[in-house]
């Protein structure tokens, strides 16, 4: 979180969060007068194998800033990790961020994490 002046602010963790089984891991930061978000860092996962795409979605005041598409069958090879040199964000004050994993499928359980200032 920052004020539009600095970004410099302490990194946090954005906890872990696993989903129920075949359901979208979804993580919101709440939007925050007069300061915006910067994500570092996003860590993802499936618990095993996948057998279809999958994808990593990050949107910043309901727009998609960014997406990862995930190959069927190597998600479940994970952990990954996606670093943004400098921090993904808009600059655009009192915004919310998304951070979304989609279903892995029947039986599979998505797995995410992220760090954030």
Do not use: C
């Amino acid at each position: 979180m920052h004020e539009l002046t600095d970004i410099s602010a302490v990194q946090k963790n954005g906890g872990k969060f696993d989903a129920a089984a075949n359901a979208i891991t979804n993580v919101t930061l709440a939007a925050i007068a007069d300061e915006f978000h910067v994500i570092d860092s996003v860590h993802f996962g499936y618990d095993q194998v996948t057998s279809k795409a999958d994808s990593l979605t990050v949107w910043f005041g309901g727009v998609l800033k960014h997406i990862v598409q995930i190959a069927a069958d190597v998600a479940g090879a994970g952990p990954h990790e996606i670093h943004f040199s400098g921090g993904l964000y808009t600059g655009t004050l009192n915004e919310a961020v998304i951070v979304q994993l989609s279903a892995g499928g029947p039986g599979v359980t998505g797995k995410l994490n992220f760090t954030y200032r």
